[in-house]
């Protein structure tokens, strides 16, 4: 079992970059694939970016991809999320989640059902 606390989110101008950070507990975080996904208010939760258990391969939602990074230290039991360029159509609650049994060999799913531990998520707030 683990579980997941996200930080990093906040209030940022459009253009502005932040780094989310989700900090796992217990000693085999490096046997998690690791996911973000965000929701907005009024909105389905969708899939952000994704990592496989050691960081071999990562993906992108195409609203993202070339504007977010998403990388780990597994010593630190730390994922990251480099968000540059902000939008205020990034403007959601972010969450991390991990499963154990994932290989990650394609893009998670749109809601992400498929990982069962989550964290609570971090606010992040994009104004024009």
């Known amino acids: 079992q683990v579980q997941l606390v996200e930080s990093g989110g906040g209030l940022v101008q459009a253009g502005g970059s932040l780094r989310l950070s989700c900090v796992a507990s217990?000693?085999?975080?490096?046997?998690?694939?690791v996911g973000w996904f965000r929701q907005a208010p009024g909105k389905e939760r969708e899939f952000v970016a994704a990592?496989?258990?050691?960081?071999?391969?990562?993906y992108y939602s195409d609203s993202v991809k070339g504007r977010f990074t998403i990388s780990r230290d597994n010593a630190k039991n730390t994922v990251y999320l480099q968000m540059n360029s902000l939008k205020p159509e990034d403007t959601a609650n972010y969450y991390c989640?991990?499963?154990?049994?994932?290989?990650?060999?394609?893009?998670?799913?749109?809601?992400?059902?498929?990982?069962?531990?989550w964290g609570q998520g971090t606010q992040v707030t994009v104004s024009s």
């Open positions: 990592i496989s258990r050691r960081g071999a391969r990562t």
């Open positions: 217990g000693r085999t975080f490096s046997s998690y694939a």
């Open positions: 989640a991990a499963d154990q049994r994932l290989n990650l060999w394609s893009t998670p799913s749109a809601t992400g059902n498929e990982f069962g531990y």
